[in-house]
């Protein structure tokens, strides 16, 4: 039997924060019945869910450092208009152009509300 990722798991200071952005991000739901926030699918958390790998936000009492990144998703688009479109609605959602010393590559580096960076990948890659 093959394994499967089925979670991923955010550092944060403010786990409900981040939680919030990614859910937005990814047309989820946010959940924080406790301490974590778990961020998947809409109608509440599965685990593990069959089908989606859901986020788990966890709050860390210290800052990202540039010597520890806390986690990195590469996101995929299915156009350079779906990329651009998907671009300009994560930054409406606090997300950040960042440089990573990417130089020029067909996809977008951003970071979330807390300095995590992401991609933002085009359709061939």
Same mark, same amino acid.
């Given at each position: 039997?093959?394994?499967?990722?089925?979670?991923?798991?955010? &550092?944060?200071?403010?786990?409900? @924060?981040?939680?919030?952005?990614?859910?937005?991000?990814?047309?989820?739901?946010?959940?924080?019945?406790?301490?974590?926030?778990?961020?998947?699918?809409?109608?509440?958390?599965?685990?593990?869910?069959? /089908?989606?790998?859901?986020?788990? /936000?966890?709050? /860390?009492?210290?800052?990202?450092?540039?010597? &520890?990144?806390?986690? +990195?998703?590469?996101? @995929?688009?299915?156009?350079?208009? +779906?990329?651009?479109?998907?671009?300009?609605?994560?930054? @409406?959602?606090?997300?950040?152009?960042?440089?990573?010393?990417?130089?020029?590559?067909?996809?977008?580096?951003?970071?979330?509300?807390?300095?995590?960076?992401?991609? /933002?990948?085009?359709?061939? +890659?």
């Amino acid at each position: 039997m093959a394994l499967r990722p089925v979670q991923v798991n955010i &550092k944060a200071l403010d786990a409900s @924060a981040v939680g919030r952005f990614w859910a937005e991000a990814l047309g989820w739901s946010a959940y924080s019945p406790g301490v974590t926030t778990y961020v998947g699918p809409a109608g509440g958390p599965v685990w593990p869910d069959p /089908v989606a790998v859901g986020i788990d /936000v966890v709050p /860390v009492p210290e800052p990202k450092t540039t010597t &520890k990144n806390r986690v +990195h998703l590469d996101l @995929a688009t299915t156009s350079a208009a +779906h990329q651009a479109e998907l671009v300009a609605r994560l930054q @409406a959602l606090g997300a950040t152009p960042a440089d990573v010393g990417q130089g020029s590559v067909p996809w977008s580096v951003l970071a979330d509300p807390e300095g995590n960076e992401f991609c /933002v990948l085009a359709p061939s +890659h």
